[in-house]
């Protein structure tokens, strides 16, 4: 069974940086696109980052690019997101999420709704 799993998560100051890890078990993601999501309370969940197969076409919200790199290891089943600059905005639950359907990244890896894995969530929480 596919199983995804976030880490990393905490609470951090403006400026500072943290690394989130996405661990994938279950089945092969190599050969599929992997995506980060954030969502804060009240809002909807929004795409943060998006990565394909041997770590090609990274994709990156606007807020974000610049800041933020994705990264896989696809010997380690793990995708990380390297997040630097932390801004009180970029507080949220960050979610990894994968889909067989997904094979490069595109507008469509974009959307929540076309991700049918998700893991749990970590909170990241950045104060001024």
């Known amino acids: 069974q596919a199983r995804l799993e976030e880490s990393g998560g905490g609470l951090v100051h403006t400026g500072t940086s943290l690394r989130l890890t996405c661990t994938l078990s279950?089945?092969?993601?190599?050969?599929?696109?992997v995506g980060w999501f954030r969502q804060s309370p009240g809002k909807e969940r929004e795409f943060v980052a998006a990565?394909?197969?041997?770590?090609?076409?990274?994709d990156y919200a606007d807020p974000v690019r610049g800041r933020f790199t994705i990264s896989r290891d696809d010997a380690k089943n793990t995708v990380d997101l390297q997040m630097n600059s932390l801004k009180t905005e970029d507080t949220a639950v960050y979610y990894c999420?994968?889909?067989?359907?997904?094979?490069?990244?595109?507008?469509?890896?974009?959307?929540?709704?076309?991700?049918?894995?998700w893991g749990r969530g970590t909170q990241v929480t950045v104060s001024s």
């Open positions: 999420a994968a889909d067989t359907s997904l094979y490069y990244v595109s507008s469509a890896s974009r959307y929540p709704s076309k991700y049918g894995y």
């Open positions: 279950g089945f092969t993601f190599n050969s599929h696109v």
């Open positions: 990565i394909s197969q041997n770590g090609a076409n990274p």
